[in-house]
């Protein structure tokens, strides 16, 4: 079973950056399907904010967090990365990957197959 581990959360004031990482337990790789990050805020339903092909080649992101967000991967650490930057209150969530062993490159969180535990996300001054 695929396991998924996502780190870098924590509290921030607006406008400040913060860099989510999602890596997998010694053993496995995140190289053959697409690599999302959701979002999940008390009360409301998860979020796709953003995707990356399994070669790295293409990205998707909500329109929401486009121009402020950049999502990565670096094969050589089996990690996926999440850069936010001029982070806003609505970021405020829980944060997850996943991953999408077809690839569809699509923001559905009913797509993914495989989940993190999440890590939070609270932008607050």
């Known amino acids: 079973q695929l396991q998924l581990v996502e780190s870098g959360g924590g509290l921030v004031q607006p406008g400040e950056s913060l860099r989510l990482s999602c890596s997998v337990a010694?053993?496995?790789?995140?190289?053959?399907?697409?690599v999302g990050w959701f979002r999940q805020a008390p009360g409301k339903e998860r979020e796709g904010v953003s995707c990356i092909s399994s070669n790295g080649d293409s990205t998707n992101y909500a329109n929401s967090v486009k121009g402020r967000f950049t999502i990565s991967r670096d094969k050589s650490k089996n990690t996926v990365y999440l850069q936010m930057n001029n982070l806003k209150p609505e970021d405020t969530a829980v944060y997850y990957c996943?991953?999408?062993?077809?690839?569809?490159?699509?923001?559905?969180?009913?797509?993914?197959?495989?989940w993190g535990q999440g890590t939070q996300v609270t932008v607050s001054s």
């Open positions: 996943a991953v999408d062993i077809r690839g569809t490159m699509w923001l559905d969180h009913r797509l993914y197959d495989y």
């Open positions: 010694s053993g496995f790789t995140l190289d053959f399907g697409g």
